[in-house]
């Protein structure tokens, strides 16, 4: 009987310490982190998709159903576009920006891709699915996750320890100059 009651009070919850539920949206800052690193590494079907899930706001089954030929037309990517909802079966239209249409062109350039294809295909199906999604969005925002531009897009603000501080409106910031770059270090 002690045996039993023992370790049901040392279990610990299976969330305890998780942050559950909807996570918090990107902040303008963390998406042009994102973009820059993207860019940087030449991820063509990566700056693609992130951009075009910034343009449209789409859920994501939405987002990866999306063929070549509902943004585009020929060579040229659309400013607009409208796609069918799949949960509420309701047609949603969206602005593409420059940024994003150029990034979608290089994308079907670069993967050869053909108007009846899907914009983002599997190498297993068609299309990513919605768990290949998940896993590409974790891998964007677990390399930043505390990875800031400042307002003006001078500083690049991380989090880490340096032996240098600096108050920064009541916060403390830790400071390294690297190149061109100075970097903002807040120790959380």
């Known amino acids: 009987m002690y045996q039993i009651l023992k370790n049901q009070l040392s279990k610990n919850p299976w969330n305890k310490g998780k942050l559950m539920g909807q996570k918090p949206p990107l902040i303008p800052q963390e998406i042009w982190a994102i973009r820059i690193r993207l860019q940087d590494e030449e991820k063509l079907r990566d700056l693609a998709l992130f951009n075009l899930a910034i343009d449209s706001k789409l859920r994501a089954s939405d987002l990866l159903k999306i063929k070549v030929s509902d943004v585009s037309s020929g060579d040229h990517v659309n400013s607009r576009a409208m796609i069918m909802q799949q949960k509420t079966e309701r047609p949603?239209?969206?602005?593409?920006?420059?940024?994003?249409?150029?990034?979608?062109?290089?994308?079907?350039?670069?993967?050869?891709?053909?108007?009846?294809?899907?914009?983002?295909?599997?190498?297993?199906?068609?299309?990513?699915?919605?768990?290949?999604?998940?896993?590409?969005?974790?891998?964007?925002?677990?390399?930043?996750?505390?990875?800031?531009?400042?307002?003006?897009?001078?500083?690049?603000?991380?989090?880490?320890?340096?032996?240098?501080?600096?108050?920064?409106?009541?916060?403390?910031?830790?400071?390294?100059?690297?190149?061109?770059?100075?970097?903002?270090?807040?120790?959380?």
Do not use: M, N
């Not at 053909?114 to 199906?125: C, D, E």
């Not at 500083?155 to 340096?162: A, E, I, K």
């Open 92 to 188: 949603v239209r969206f602005e593409i920006t420059a940024r994003t249409r150029k990034s979608i062109e290089t994308w079907i350039a670069a993967g050869q891709l053909k108007s009846s294809r899907y914009l983002f295909p599997s190498r297993q199906s068609p299309h990513l699915s919605t768990r290949q999604y998940a896993r590409i969005v974790e891998s964007w925002v677990s390399v930043y996750p505390s990875v800031i531009l400042d307002t003006a897009g001078r500083y690049l603000l991380v989090r880490g320890v340096l032996p240098e501080t600096v108050d920064r409106a009541g916060t403390k910031w830790l400071v390294a100059r690297a190149s061109q770059y100075r970097f903002l270090v807040c120790p959380h």
